[in-house]
C-alpha cells in the first residue's frame, strides 16, 4: 500500500525553525514528483516547495524562497522541508504529495498521486 505520513509540525515562535519530514512507504519516491503544500486557515491549498520528477530539480513557492529547502534521503525513503524564518504567514497544515507528472508540475497539486494526512505548523507570539 503506497502511503506518506509527514512528521515535525508543532508550535513555534516567529523567526524560529522546524523541520517537516515526510516518510514514504509502498513506493520510492525518487521515481515521483514529491512535494510539500499548504494551506492556511481561509486560503486556498499552495505548493511550497517540490522536486521534480525526472529532473531532480527544486521548486520553491516565491514566499519561501531563501527561507525554506526540500531536501531527500533515498536510503529512507524520505523527504524533508527545512523551514526558516519562520513567521506567522507560514502557519498552516503542511501536506506531502508524490505524483507522476514532470518537472516543475510538482508545485501544483492536480497532479498529485498520493497525499499524507497532514501535518500542523503554527508560528505566534
Known amino acids: 500500500q503506497a502511503q506518506l505520513v509527514e512528521s515535525g509540525g508543532g508550535s513555534v515562535q516567529p523567526g524560529g525553525s522546524l523541520k517537516l519530514s515526510c516518510a514514504a512507504s509502498?513506493?520510492?519516491?525518487?521515481?515521483?514528483?514529491i512535494g510539500w503544500f499548504r494551506q492556511a486557515p481561509g486560503k486556498e491549498r499552495e505548493g511550497v516547495s517540490c522536486i521534480g520528477r525526472g529532473d531532480g530539480m527544486t521548486y520553491y513557492a516565491d514566499s519561501v524562497k531563501g527561507r525554506f529547502t526540500i531536501s531527500r534521503d533515498n536510503a529512507k525513503n524520505t523527504v524533508y522541508l527545512q523551514m526558516n524564518s519562520l513567521t506567522p504567514e507560514d502557519t498552516a497544515v503542511y501536506y506531502c504529495?508524490?505524483?507522476?507528472?514532470?518537472?516543475?508540475?510538482?508545485?501544483?497539486?492536480?497532479?498529485?498521486?498520493?497525499w499524507g494526512k497532514g501535518t500542523l505548523v503554527t508560528d505566534s507570539s
Open positions: 504529495g508524490a505524483g507522476t507528472r514532470y518537472g516543475s508540475t510538482c508545485l501544483f497539486d492536480y497532479g498529485m498521486n498520493y
Open positions: 509502498g513506493f520510492t519516491l525518487d521515481d515521483y514528483g
